[in-house]
């Protein structure tokens, strides 16, 4: 019995520990509005404020990261090919601590057309997470965060498609 307990402690202390990392790690959350922040683009400034009314997807990557890396493809030919001309969406991809030349390095040896921002002191990201990456925030039309993911497998991807597809009004 004594044995039992003790195995029954450490597995309940270990699930604690789990979820307590990961609930620290996240500051927004599902249902919350999504913090305002800009980016500077080769046009200027660009406000996420400035896409209200659209369906918005935020890629937070790093050009080292594996996940981002086995991501960023699917990201490509699921969402970016499909609704780069879909004046309801906008996509924003955010590099965080990199610098532009490092980004768009990435972005000719990738093959990539989709656009990409960098956030070189991380003061984008630490709005939204304090650690991980890949992360994607799906933001409705009125500014509230309807989906989000830290990390990447195939059934998460999956769920952020079909809810991109549900917000654009797609049948999935």
Request: a positive charge; one cysteine or more.
């Amino acid at each position: 019995m004594k044995l039992f307990m003790k195995r029954l402690f450490i597995l309940l202390l270990g699930v604690f520990v789990t979820i307590s990392v990961y609930s620290q790690d996240d500051i927004v959350l599902k249902g919350q509005m999504a913090p305002d922040f800009t980016l500077k683009t080769d046009k200027g400034n660009l406000k996420l404020s400035d896409l209200k009314g659209k369906v918005v997807l935020v890629n937070f990557f790093a050009t080292w990261c594996g996940p981002c890396r086995q991501e960023l493809p699917e990201v490509q030919t699921k969402i970016w090919d499909k609704y780069k001309n879909n004046p309801s969406f906008s996509l924003l991809i955010i590099a965080r601590q990199q610098t532009r030349q490092e980004v768009n390095d990435f972005k000719i040896q990738s093959k990539f057309t989709m656009p990409f921002y960098v956030d070189t002191d991380r003061s984008i990201y630490s709005l939204y997470a304090k650690q991980y990456i890949p992360r994607n925030y799906l933001i409705d039309k009125n500014g509230k965060v309807i989906y989000l993911s830290q990390g990447y497998s195939v059934e998460e991807f999956a769920n952020l498609l079909k809810t991109i597809e549900t917000e654009l009004g797609e049948t999935p």
